[in-house]
């Protein structure tokens, strides 16, 4: 059982880094989105969701034996900037952006998957409560993403064939 906790706790601690790093990916996406009010509102929603996400998952870490994720937090972070910088030079930046964001979404929810199955494994009743509502906002934020890469995509063409800013 050692194993299976040790397993555990580095899930744990690559979940608080991933929604460390959306954070720095959607701050960065949400600041360029001027053009894409439905987009950039459900963007705002889902920082706000991510914010209490990573608190709460730093509150399982910091419950548990465990040592320090800050370097790891840290990379991820600088990771995330760099792409969300990246973004900035790309003509197809809001397009490109969605389908990233919505593939992220899909890893996240793989990730929540396989910690609600690590917890249950554990007797980690609070967590697996924590992971199984993170994961039904992760799915929605996918679905979101889903059901509006059509309108994106149309709106991104539109303002492009009317030589409008586009990307943004």
């Known amino acids: ?38 987009l950039s509102a459900r963007i705002d929603r889902h920082i706000a969701e991510t914010e209490g996400q990573a608190e709460d ?37 809001v397009v490109k952006g969605s389908m990233a964001s919505y593939t992220f979404e899909h890893m996240e929810i793989a990730a929540y998957k396989v910690l609600i199955a690590a917890a249950k494994q554990l007797g980690e009743t609070g967590a697996v409560a924590v992971f199984e509502r993170i994961l039904v906002q992760e799915q929605d934020m996918a679905d979101w993403l889903f059901d509006h890469l059509d309108q994106t995509t149309q709106i991104f063409l539109a303002r492009d064939e009317a030589n409008l800013q586009a990307k943004r």
């Open 1 to 38: 059982m050692e194993e299976t906790r040790e397993h555990y706790l580095a899930w744990l601690r690559d979940a608080h880094a991933m929604e460390e790093q959306a954070l720095t990916m959607m701050r960065g996406m949400r600041s360029r989105l001027e053009n894409y009010p439905d």
């Open 57 to 93: 998952l730093r509150r399982l870490l910091e419950g548990q034996d465990t040592g320090s994720s800050v370097m790891k937090d840290a990379m991820a972070r600088m990771t995330a900037t760099g792409q969300a910088l990246s973004g900035m030079f790309v003509g197809d930046e």
